[in-house]
């Protein structure tokens, strides 16, 4: 399995912008899609971004489209999620993972979570 650890959360106000990083450990890394999850207080976990291993194809969900950039270099085993014109309703803790595709939206492939890290939006 891949374990992930993520960093660069912080708080910014609206229209603000954050980049977080992922740091994955796994010798197989560059075989797996990996993307971004956040969940919000009284919501379930969701899909926010994801890039395939080799060809680096991203896919966004409507909510982030337009305003999030995610990347990775697979020599140094990293994602990274570039997010401008933050919103209040980004706020939430953000976590990295392996994804698989799931119908029409992506979803981890494995059970664990890293720690996640707090982004907070301000209005």
Do not use: H
């Amino acid at each position: 399995q891949v374990q992930a650890v993520e960093s660069g959360g912080g708080s910014v106000q609206a229209g603000g912008s954050l980049r977080l990083s992922c740091t994955a450990s796994a010798r197989t890394f560059s075989a797996y899609v990996m993307g971004w999850f956040r969940q919000t207080p009284g919501k379930e976990r969701e899909f926010v971004a994801a890039i395939t291993a080799i060809t680096l194809n991203t896919y966004y969900s409507d909510s982030v489209r337009g305003r999030f950039t995610i990347s990775r270099d697979n020599a140094q085993k990293t994602v990274t999620l570039q997010m401008n014109s933050l919103q209040p309703e980004d706020t939430g803790v953000y976590y990295c993972a392996p994804t698989v595709a799931y119908g029409n939206t992506w979803r981890p492939a494995f059970s664990s979570w890293g720690p996640g890290t707090q982004v907070t939006v301000s209005s």
